[in-house]
């Protein structure tokens, strides 16, 4: 009788923790047992020790509070910042970095818009290109250098493909340096590299 | 007849602490909401907005949210059991714990120790802390139920149960890592399926640490504080199982127009709309619940408290689904719209839910009244109109961003550029900041009332009889 569940504690568990996985594997975990969510664009290449650290960065940094990086396909979004985003992109990406807020641009076409020093001087003192900007400033990471050893284990974690010259080089390349280099990789696979 | 006693020491400790934590996070929520307009205002590398904003939404849902939760809890499950916490020194434990690995929470996000999971940011060693964290709970709630000296669970107790293993699954999934060290990991998920993995847990999230336990506390206290017993059983059971159930499919409603398969999205927002049904069952039965007589909105202070905290709720519920349609997203979607939807959620229902329990809690196991009925009346007030000027300032702006980011000329180019859409919010940022304020004091009223509550009466050493 079912008025019997509301007098039996580990029942009434088993039974709300079979209502709550329905859903659960419907739309997570079967799906997640599909080739459909795991895709892969051709020119979407690992990245560098050079870019992961720099995208280290930007998650510590919280980044993606401020910027999305995932343009929908809508007319005037396009405009803005281009081709739309592909399921494909972001392979690499543990875990997905799209965002939920724009309270500065989108970034998932940043790649390849800008040259280095206009980032340099961007995150140096963003007020300086536009007064108008709440962004804060991130001129102190170029003081912050890069600690090879613990790039290696994160590339590792990352199975990512790496050279030890590929890494003696960071140590003296700055943090500021990576991010940009980082900045220079999102969203460039939908065309291939530059 | 009853000679068991109630540990109302580890309850008191809860509450406590969650306020303290929630002062923490109210501040530093003011704080980024002057970053907002005022950059000058982030001070690197510990206190940027990137930073702080992390330990603003987590020191408020873990330390203010969960600690609430816990305490709360405890309180009801030893009421509805009618017996004490089976395992009242793991409870202590507990208490010590909780306050520990919220303060190494905070630390570890101020240091910049990011998984970059909404709502998920903490780090694997972190993460191991919380799950043992909430096992404790889940031991001394199952074996307490288990134990009990009241034959049938009343409904907050399905609450709880459906909280307890819910929260497991999702955090549990979602903070599934690869280390890469003590302080740095990767998600075991990639790209669009780590999408797909962290909204179904960060929707769920809010369904199961936001709403179960808070349905809890209202179907509990509101019957308690107004003596008027609950409208309706049958459609608690109703709303009870379609919410649980339903909750599950909503996720990819965060994750609208991106390259998320359209089947999943579309999936999620027709779950989202059929959710508000077992929502509106909760605020139906509240409302009649209080409709027998209305008259307690007046003499019972309390009966606000929940009427307009379900209220808050409702519209919640209501909005929400709104805003998973296709044709709203992509208007409002990645707007400040989104945090003026979040915080009357949080500031409107939950905060206002939690505040009036603790109102109920504090003097019934310091045995004595409420200090002041018409400082709770202030805070009342304060904390409603700061709720709303923030909401409806944040609503109208993102309405604005979304509409000023697809103006077109006539030629069909773009109106705007992003900047020129930025600057338009500084106004509206202002109001928000002004909201919070206003929100903090009647915070402030709140936890004097609480204060000056303990110091007139007296906690029961191991707490009285029911």
Redesign the interface.
Known sequence: MAGDL??K??L??IV??V??????A???FI??LTS????KLDNLKPYTALQLAGK?IY????????H?Q?V???K??V??YGEY???G??????????????????LARVGGKYPDEWHEIHFDN??SM?P???????G?LKDERLDPA?IE??M???DFPYTPAELSQLSDKTELTALTAYMQVIGTAVTGPK | MSDYQYDNQTVKGFIVSSIFWGVVGIVIGLWISV?????SW?I??FF????L??VHTNGLAIGLGIGAIFGISYYIVMRLTKRPLLFPKLARFHLWLFNAAVALAAVSLFA???????YAELEWPLDIGVVILWVMFAVNV?GT??KRNE???YIS??FI??T???VA?LYIVNNLA????LT???????????????W?YGHNAVGFIFTTPFLAMFYYFLPKSTGLPIYSHRLSIIAF?SL?????????H??V?????DW?QT??IA?TIFLIAPSWGSVVNGYYTVGTDWSKMQSNYLTKFFILGITFYGLQTVQGPTQGLRVVS?LI????W??GHVHMGTMGWVTMTAAASIYYIIPKIYNTHIYSEKIANIHFWLVLIGQLIFSITMWITGIM?GAL????NADG??KYT??EG??KN?PYWHMRTLGGLIFTIGMLFFIYNIYMTMRRGRLEPAGAKA
Not at chain 1, 60 to 66: H, L, S
Not at chain 2, 405 to 408: F, I, L, N, V
């Open positions: 509301y007098n504690p580990i009434f568990a709300a923790t209502v709550i996985l329905i859903g659960t419907v739309t997570m799906p997640m459909e969510m795991h895709p280290d998650q510590r940094e919280g980044c993606n509070n401020c999305t995932t929908r396909p809508l005037t979004e405009m803005r985003s592909k399921a992109e972001f392979a690499y990406d543990r875990p997905f970095l799209w965002g939920s807020k724009r309270t500065g641009p989108d963003p007020q536009y108008d900007s709440n962004m804060p400033a991130y102190w613990s284990r994160r590792k974690a990352n | 970053q907002m307009w005022m950059p982030n690197a590398p940027t907005f990137g930073r904003r992390v910049g120790m990011n998984q970059s999971l909404e199952f139920i288990i034959d049938q669970m107790l399905w149960l459906a307890v293993v819910a699954v690869i280390p890469a060290g740095k990991s990767y998600s075991l998920f990639a790209g669009v399926n780590s999408a797909n993995v962290q179904w199982w649980v159930f339903a909750y599950l499919w909503t996720g990819a965060h994750i127009y991106t390259p998320l398969p999943i999936l999620g779950f992509q979607h990645y707007t400040d989104v945090p961003q980011w697809k103006a077109t180019s773009l992003f900047m930025l600057s500084y």
